[in-house]
């Protein structure tokens, strides 16, 4: 648990670098008259983001390199998966693409969950807060492993994206962790808990937990797209910003 810990702290730092990173550059350029089009920001933001990954992992990797390499950069979690995508190829006998999830699948899911967002907040860096909220629950969400914890770690985030649906999650993740610690500490008190798996009413619940996270993820990326249809109309039709624009439309 303290490695998954580790991990998502030191992912959220060099999100946070980068999201910064973009953001600043981004509303630099929003000046500029072909704002759009300047590849100085982009390279610039990546530097950024370069820069936080040297400060947050050089230091683990040259001091515990082998122990970082198979317990971080290779954890493929832990036992059978009963969340989400996996539980549902359960069903299904394990067909290809679960075991590919589990195995190098899992890099394109990391990727997949930080490029989208990064792309988001560069055309509109005021929605940074929402595109990492975006972030976490995609990962969540696409996410091979599964542990109890991770329905906590998501709460947060949820509500970056939308408050009713966020609620219902917290709410349901609660019952589902309640009924869970209750059947692994054989009822009260929790004094110690083994873990036994999830059955019955508690798969049910850790699918739905896990389809409520999906559409967390749909409304998140329509927020910050309709954010910034609203913003960017606002923008170009006033101010020196919005001249430029137009100015380099006319010109292109």
């Known amino acids: ?33 072909c704002s759009v089009r300047a590849p100085a920001g982009i390279g610039i933001a990546g530097a950024g983001f370069a820069a936080a990954v040297a400060i947050t992992w050089l230091p683990a990797l040259i001091a515990h390199g082998q122990a970082v390499r198979e317990h971080v950069l290779g954890y493929a979690g832990s036992g059978i998966s009963q969340w989400g995508l996996i539980q549902i190829g359960h069903a299904f006998d394990d067909p290809w693409w679960a075991d590919f999830l589990t195995g190098a699948g899992r890099f394109p899911v990391v990727l997949l969950c930080a490029l989208v967002p990064a792309a988001l907040v560069w055309r509109r860096p005021a929605m940074a807060a929402e595109a990492v909220g975006l972030s976490l629950v995609s ?3 696409l996410s091979p492993a599964f542990g109890c914890q991770y329905l906590v770690w998501a709460v947060a985030a949820a509500y970056l994206l939308n408050f009713g649906w966020a609620t219902a999650y917290n709410l349901g993740a609660g019952l589902v962790l309640f009924k869970i610690y209750t059947r692994w500490a054989h009822g009260f008190p ?41 913003g960017e109309r606002g923008e170009r039709g006033t101010g ?13």
């Open 240 to 252: 020196a910003g919005g001249a430029d624009e137009r100015a380099c439309a006319t010109s292109g």
């Open 190 to 230: 929790w004094n110690h808990a083994d873990y036994w798996g999830l059955v019955g009413v508690e798969l049910i619940g850790a699918l739905l937990l896990w389809g409520s996270l999906g559409v967390l993820a749909v409304l998140g990326v329509r927020r910050i797209l309709r954010s910034e249809d609203r």
């Open 139 to 141: 990962f969540l969400f």
């Open 1 to 33: 648990m303290f490695t998954s810990l580790n991990v998502v702290r030191m992912a959220a730092v060099d999100w946070d670098w980068t999201s910064r990173s973009a953001t600043r550059w981004r509303r630099r350029d929003i000046g500029t008259r």
